[in-house]
Nanobody, 125 residues
Framework: QPHLVESGGGLVQTGAFLRLSCAAS????????IAWFRQAPGKEREVVAG????????YYADSVKGRFTISRDNAKNTVYLQMNSLKPEDTAVYYC??????????????????WGQGTQVTVSS
């Protein structure tokens, strides 16, 4: 059964860093697009970053450009989200998602085939 498991969330202060990990089963990891989404209380789920194929292309939401970096380690079947200079507005549950298709914007939620259970990130001011 393909699945995704996130880890690495926690409670940090403003300006700190965290690295989230998304461990994927072999079949899921071969997905064409793997992305990180987040959902804050009372808000819609939004895309944070995405990585295409073997990493030849990446996408970042404007709100995280220059602070977050998405990467993948093929040997470990893992996708990472390095989050630096964290702000209180980054507080959310972060989800990893994967899809087989290149079609559609990376932020198109209903285009994803697999989702993880989420990991909480809380940034205190």
């Amino acid at each position: 059964q393909p699945h995704l498991v996130e880890s690495g969330g926690g409670l940090v202060q403003t300006g700190a860093f965290l690295r989230l990990s998304c461990a994927a089963s072999g079949r899921t990891f071969r997905s064409v697009v793997i992305a990180w989404f987040r959902q804050a209380p009372g808000k819609e789920r939004e895309v944070v970053a995405g990585i295409l194929g073997n990493g030849e292309s990446t996408y970042y939401a404007d709100s995280v450009k220059g602070r977050f970096t998405i990467s993948r380690d093929n040997a470990k079947n893992t996708v990472y989200l390095q989050m630096n200079s964290l702000k209180p507005e980054d507080t959310a549950v972060y989800y990893c998602a994967a899809r087989q298709s290149r079609a559609g914007h990376v932020g198109q939620i209903d285009s994803y085939d697999y989702w993880g259970q989420g990991t909480q990130v809380t940034v205190s001011s």
